[in-house]
């Protein structure tokens, strides 16, 4: 079964500087999507970025970026000029495909703080 | 907003009891997903439907049930609640049950409370 591992449980960063928070995972499939989520205090699940795993290129979204090493199996998610708004719980999550459905499976979280 | 909606926002109940949570997806989309969210087990798939029919199945327990109508909302019935099932309950919807161009929308949640 795929897993997904986030070994920083916390992070911390300074207003208007970079952050990684780091993601590996399990797989035996080639073809596969990943995804960082945000969970603010308000609980909602939003999505921040997505990489789809036979693209070589890495993904970016204004502020956020990915560092996606296929063959280390790693997923990396960096923020630059971090905000006070980035603080929340950042979900890891690989999209498995089983020929007729699809599922998130996620890893555990890091917590992000974001200070002034 | 992510254009999928989920009622009631918060539920509380006793032991023993059966709720229905309610989720709408996102125009257009065909697939709704629900997952659990609680302290101890984390953040875990439960079901997906994918136009009227269950698709895959995860880690949900015999006492819950789903179904998906032909207006495309989807119902996740949770009976003999038990203390252990109060969580945050998350319905999500995609496109379709492909792996291409697949991203999962979240609506708000609903969080349960069992007492």
């Known amino acids: 079964a795929q897993t997904v591992t986030q070994s920083q449980p916390e992070m911390s960063v300074q207003e208007a500087e970079t952050v990684t928070l780091s993601c590996t995972y399990d797989?035996?499939?080639?073809?596969?999507?990943l995804f960082w989520y945000k969970q603010p205090p308000s609980r909602q699940m939003i999505l921040v970025i997505r990489?789809?795993?036979?693209?070589?290129q890495n993904a970016t979204e204004n502020r956020f970026s990915v560092n996606f090493q296929k063959a280390a199996k790693s997923f990396s998610l960096k923020i630059s000029d971090s905000q006070l708004g980035d603080a929340a719980m950042y979900f890891c999550?690989?999209?498995?495909?089983?020929?007729?459905?699809?599922?998130?499976?996620f890893g555990t979280g890091t917590r992000l703080q974001v200070t002034l | 907003d992510s254009g999928v909606t989920q009622t009631p926002k918060h539920l509380i109940t006793a032991t023993g009891q059966r709720v229905t949570l309610r989720c709408s997806p996102r125009?257009?989309?065909?697939?709704v997903y629900w997952y659990q969210q609680s302290l101890d087990q984390g953040l875990q798939f439960l079901i997906q439907?994918?136009?009227?029919?269950?698709?895959a199945k995860g880690n949900i327990l015999e006492r819950f049930s789903a179904q998906q109508f032909p207006d495309l909302h989807s119902e996740l019935n949770l009976s003999s609640l038990e203390l252990g099932d109060s969580a945050l309950y998350f319905c999500?919807?995609?496109?379709?049950?492909?792996?291409?161009?697949?991203?999962?929308?979240f609506g708000p949640g609903t969080r349960l409370l069992v007492l």
């Open positions: 990489q789809e795993a036979y693209k070589q």
């Open positions: 125009s257009g989309d065909l697939s």
């Open positions: 999500a919807s995609s496109v379709g049950a492909s792996p291409k161009a697949e991203t999962q929308y």
């Open positions: 797989t035996s499939e080639s073809d596969y999507y």
């Open positions: 439907y994918y136009n009227g029919e269950e698709r």
């Open positions: 999550a690989y999209s498995q495909y089983t020929g007729t459905a699809s599922k998130l499976t």
